[in-house]
């Protein structure tokens, strides 16, 4: 069993910064994670990617985001982390955090991220 728990969200306003963090636990992750990455879904709206890093720690960045938002992953904790600076009205959302384990991917139950103007 592998299990993310993310951590970090939470109500802000415009222009402030938050971090998230999705922490990997399990039998699975002593196999080794691959990439992480994290989608955001808002209301009425698809899941989206936001950002991704690989185990080589290239990144990956929705257009969206990019100059606000940094990614990053400390291998020996196997936690994630998404720096979110800047924040705005529309990237209010839920933020999952997903890990690939040997090609399976493995989701996060989500944490809520509220951005006021």
């Known amino acids: 069993q592998v299990q993310l728990v993310e951590s970090g969200g939470g109500l802000v306003q415009a222009g402030g910064s938050l971090r998230l963090s999705c922490a990997v636990s399990?039998?699975?992750?002593?196999?080794?994670?691959?990439?992480m990455g994290w989608y955001r879904q808002a209301p009425g709206k698809q899941r989206e990617l936001v950002a991704s890093i690989t185990n080589g720690g290239s990144t990956n960045y929705a257009d969206s985001v990019k100059g606000r938002f940094t990614i990053s992953r400390d291998n020996a904790k196997k936690t994630g982390y998404l720096q979110m600076n800047s924040l705005k009205p529309e990237d209010t959302a839920v933020y999952y955090c997903?890990?690939?384990?040997?090609?399976?991917?493995?989701w996060g139950q989500g944490t809520q991220v509220t951005v006021s103007s």
């Open positions: 399990g039998r699975g992750s002593i196999f080794g994670i691959r990439t």
């Open positions: 997903i890990a690939d384990l040997l090609g399976i991917g493995y």
